[in-house]
């Protein structure tokens, strides 16, 4: 495959952790990104860009970035190979001897390579970072804290399904993932291209990771609402996203179920959550649920997917208005949804202007 890079000065000695984000068609928003990490970069760390082809104006903000820093490597496709192998070819041509899967929108927090680079002189395979979740633009906080810990974890041998069970759905985010470069190169990648989650094939396959540490501090700002897959969302937390947690045969079918449904779109209230939120309509239901849902199921997904969309909104929020009031990205999602009227925009605004949001999902 052809690619191009462009001109950076050589690093005197190998890396102890290269930043390898996979990017495409993020020029309005990648400079954020990397203004948040070259303050903190010295001669121990690496950043590996690589652009999956990006027809935007990607190539020229990066370019003002390798500019300033000798630490920064840009490599350009020609043809855009997908996300999962995007990563993958970013730690092959990485040099650290740790990879930090990071994202081309979200942000590092102050101190956050210091504080990987501790973590990994313990030698682990995997370092696992949480993050805290905040809107599009950065300005408000969602969730304080992705991943359910309030002290650092160091995990062993047996402790694979319980890091399963605890870490599994935060690990749908690449962004909080460190990896032994070696580890990586050793396990099996290809089986996961096309899943849109390569690193969770690589983290889950057999045999188990032996020692891995959870970072409980959040380290990373996710900019919610901003991934570029949100148009497939009900393909893939309906299918590709449990199809890949159900094919690991190492753990059990009851730590599975703590992570996903196998099914998740049997579920009428899921359905009609994401009818709510914009993800599901009768397009989707011709598409996935139309030949493969059984005869009852399929009568209620076709209902459901023929039902107002707006109506559907609105009695969710009222829903959520009369017997919940736990504030997560799930009724904020419904609340911002293209189907939400007024009652959705004074929703938004309601979150927007609280500061003692929940940490669930």
Same mark, same amino acid.
């Given at each position: ?9 050589? @690093?005197?000695?190998? =890396? ?17 990104? %990397? ?30 970035? @390798? ?11 020609? !043809?855009? *190979? ?8 970013? @730690? ?34 995997? !370092? ?13 906080? %969602?969730?304080?804290?992705? +991943?359910?810990?309030? *002290? ?29 470069? *070696? ?7 290809? #089986? ?5 989650? @390569? ?10 990771? #032996? #020692?891995?540490? +959870?970072?409980?501090?959040? +380290? ?40 996903? =449904? ?8 899921? +359905? ?34 023929? %039902? ?54």
């Amino acid at each position: 495959m052809q690619s191009t890079f462009l001109p950076t000065s050589s @690093v005197a000695t190998r =890396p102890i952790l290269s930043i390898c984000i996979a990017t495409l068609n993020r020029g309005s928003v990648i400079a954020q990104t %990397l203004e948040s990490i070259v303050c903190q970069l010295d001669s121990r760390v690496q950043v590996l860009i690589l652009d999956g082809a990006s027809t935007d104006n990607t190539r020229d903000v990066v370019q003002s970035y @390798v500019d300033r820093s000798p630490a920064i490597k840009y490599h350009r496709q020609e !043809v855009n *190979s997908g996300i999962d192998k995007d990563y993958d070819i970013a @730690v092959s041509l990485s040099d650290g001897q740790y990879c930090w899967l990071m994202t081309d929108d979200d942000l590092l927090m102050p101190g956050a390579i210091d504080r990987v680079l501790g973590a990994i002189e313990t030698d682990p395979d995997l !370092v696992v970072i949480n993050a805290e979740i905040r809107t599009a633009d950065l300005s408000t906080m %969602l969730q304080t804290r992705r +991943l359910p810990i309030n *002290s650092d974890m160091a995990l062993a041998d047996g402790d694979a399904a319980r890091f399963f069970e605890l870490a599994a759905d935060y690990l749908s985010f690449i962004g909080g993932v460190v990896m032994r470069k *070696s580890t990586w190169l050793d396990r099996d990648r290809l #089986r996961y291209f096309g899943t849109l989650f @390569v690193h969770v094939g690589v983290i889950f396959q057999s045999p188990k990771l #032996r #020692r891995i540490t +959870l970072l409980h501090e959040p +380290l990373i700002a996710i900019r919610y609402g901003n991934a570029m897959w949100t148009p497939r969302g009900f393909e893939i937390w309906m299918f590709k996203w449990p199809k890949l947690i159900w094919s690991f045969a190492a753990y059990s079918d009851e730590a599975k179920r703590a992570v996903c =449904p196998a099914d998740p779109w049997r579920r009428s209230a899921t +359905l009609l959550a994401m009818r709510a939120n914009g993800a599901y309509s009768i397009v989707e239901y011709k598409k996935f649920l139309q030949q493969q849902a059984p005869g009852f199921r399929r009568g209620m997904a076709h209902l459901i997917a023929r %039902l107002p969309a707006r109506a559907v909104n609105i009695a969710a929020i009222l829903f959520w208005l009369l017997f919940s009031r736990r504030v997560g990205t799930g009724i904020y999602d419904i609340a911002r949804s293209r189907h939400a009227g007024w009652l959705g925009r004074w929703c938004e605004t309601r979150f927007l202007s609280c500061r003692d949001l929940t940490a669930s999902r």
